[in-house]
């Protein structure tokens, strides 16, 4: 394999790998409360701009990966206790406007009080070492995010099946009014999927930073529209489909963008949405829903 | 076991439950029939928490004493002991059988006894055992009520509310779901049925209650009703 194809492919996975840590808990709070959350995009840029601050501090950095875990944890929460719970078997589209109002109090609120000024982010100067394998190379930042990532979805994929937290999550998602019948305390299990699918979006912030060098209050947008396609892509409220759809999006947009002549490549995301498109045209329900028939 | 008096609950602006009064006494198996729409799973709902009345009262005499069950959220009501298979079954479609029936346990901390528990469903309803790592959603009409009632029998019902059993399902496959309710109430499990099938419920009710328009109506033994000439009429669907 060529050295500049293999490039593309780690780059791809790499930008998949942050489609799918901020697309799954996208997709985990619309499987528990049917909302799709477009505040959840500024979770990512939480976790960005506090990475910031602590790398001010001289935070070791597995301590300001905790962290930023535990920050973007609270500030879903914080938002489901106080925003959304409210909300709760009120309409849809109530509660979809609900989330874009949050969207845009977290993005202002980050205006007035770090202003609008890009900042520079930057991983320690390690990470932008080439690591050697065999007759190719990538860059360790990529490399670290595609670890990381693989390591966080692992994480969450032993809670969400092997734990008894996890089978009341998916049961309440499944069931509501018989996950209350069989005395799960729901709201608890709610801000449970809240808190780790937030902290998901939080950790994709440090990386996001990381592998782009610049951050400002507004870049929780793009993540947040990607998470939606990737969730559309994959299946809305599945979490395989989210993570599959997160991937499959990132190397459709770096592959479209590197292996076509360079005058295509502002049109970036112009292919994104014609793969939406098609992809709802053909399969609505995503690509990878096995649909569970319901019978009588 | 259980004491209602003078329940009102609305759904929105619809006064769905009248003032209904009804006992279910420790160890029988009470009856609450009606047509559909009459309030019979609004009735079940309230007393599982799911709904808040607009006034009277429901005690149950729970694991840890009386409780108002107007008063306590459902994770609290089935901890007390009083656990609902509801309407139209509801088992968790994604989740496998093993999965549906370990939330039953979700309360539970006793693993041994769970496991006793796990055992004795297994014995009344051996398909399930067969199929465990099926999905939910997978199962048969009837394999679905199975699961919903093993679902319930796993969180040790003190009292246990079974809403329509018998709903979509085929004659053969109603006879044996109370065949089974029949053995749950031999074996001490004290039962309040909910059915629109007035006969089979009858047939193995102690006490029985008519609901109609969110009213009782009518109220006495299994076999008195049966043979009450309103209900043969209107519910038993002989002529006069």
């Known amino acids: ?73 609270l500030a879903g929460m914080t938002i489901e206790a106080t925003v959304f719970r409210p909300m709760r078997g009120a309409q849809q589209v109530t509660g979809f406007i609900a989330t874009l109002a949050v969207s845009i109090v977290i993005q202002n609120t980050g205006l007035m ?47 969400v099946y092997r734990t008894r937290l996890g089978a009341a999550m998916r049961a309440t ?37 990381g592998k782009f060098g610049q951050i400002d209050p507004l870049l929780g ?3 947040g529209l990607k998470a939606f396609i990737a969730c559309v892509i994959g299946g809305v409220g599945s979490i395989g489909g989210a993570m599959l759809g997160g991937y499959l999006l990132g190397l459709a947009e770096v592959l479209f963008v590197g292996l076509l002549p360079p005058q295509f490549a502002g049109y970036r995301d112009v292919f994104v949405f014609t793969l939406l498109i098609v992809i709802l045209l053909l399969k609505p329900s995503g690509l990878f829903v096995r649909h569970v028939e319901e019978r009588a | 076991m259980l004491e209602v008096r003078d329940l009102h ?14 006992d279910v006494r420790e160890g029988e198996m009470a009856a609450l029939i009606g047509a559909n729409g009459a309030g019979k799973s609004t009735t079940l709902q309230t007393l599982s928490g799911l709904l808040r009345p607009r006034s009277g009262t429901a005690v149950f005499q729970g694991a840890s004493g009386p409780v108002d069950l107007t008063r306590k959220p459902p994770e609290r009501i089935v901890g007390e002991g009083l656990v609902q298979s509801p309407e139209g079954r509801q088992i968790f479609q ?51 009520m199975m699961l919903a009632i093993g679902r319930a029998l796993l969180a040790q019902p003190r009292l246990l509310l079974l809403d329509e059993p018998s709903l979509g399902l085929a004659p053969q496959m109603i006879e044996r779901i109370f065949d089974v309710i029949a053995t749950l109430k031999q074996q001490g499990t004290t039962i309040l049925l909910v059915e629109q099938n007035a006969a089979m419920a009858l047939d193995i009710a102690d006490r029985a209650y008519v609901l109609e328009n969110g009213v009782i109506t009518l109220s006495g033994t299994g076999p008195e ?15 006069q």
């Open chain 1, 113 to 159: 009080l770090l202003s609008g000024q890009p900042r520079n982010f930057l991983f320690p100067t390690f990470m932008r070492q080439r690591v050697q394998i065999g007759a190719v190379s990538a860059s360790l930042t990529d490399l670290t995010i595609i670890g990381l990532t693989v390591m966080l979805i692992a994480l969450l994929l032993v809670i």
């Open chain 2, 225 to 239: 009703l049966a043979g009450n000439d309103r209900v043969r009429r209107a519910y038993l669907g002989m002529a």
């Open chain 1, 1 to 73: 394999m060529s050295q500049y194809v293999f490039q593309q492919i780690i780059n791809g996975l790499a930008l998949g790998s942050l489609y799918a840590l901020v697309a799954i808990g996208f997709s985990m709070i619309y499987g528990i409360v049917r909302l799709i959350n477009f505040a959840h995009g500024d979770l990512v840029m939480i976790g960005a701009f506090t990475t910031l601050a602590l790398v001010g501090y001289g935070v070791p950095w597995p301590l300001i990966l905790m962290f930023v875990l535990l920050v973007g944890a």
């Open chain 1, 221 to 223: 947008f793009a993540p």
């Open chain 2, 94 to 144: 994604s989740l496998s059988v093993a999965e549906n029936l370990a939330m039953g346990a979700y309360l539970r901390t006793d693993r041994d006894e769970v496991r006793q528990t796990l055992e004795r469903v297994h014995d009344l309803f051996p398909i399930l055992k067969e199929r465990a790592k099926a999905a939910g959603g997978t199962l048969s009409g009837g394999e679905q």
């Open chain 2, 9 to 22: 609950v609305f759904r929105g602006a619809t006064h769905v439950l009248k003032g209904i009064s009804l």
């Open chain 1, 173 to 209: 998602a499944d069931n509501l009014t018989a996950a209350r019948l069989m005395g799960i305390a729901v709201n608890r299990t709610i801000l449970t999927a809240f808190a780790i699918g937030s902290a998901l979006a939080a950790a994709a912030g440090l990386l996001w930073g």
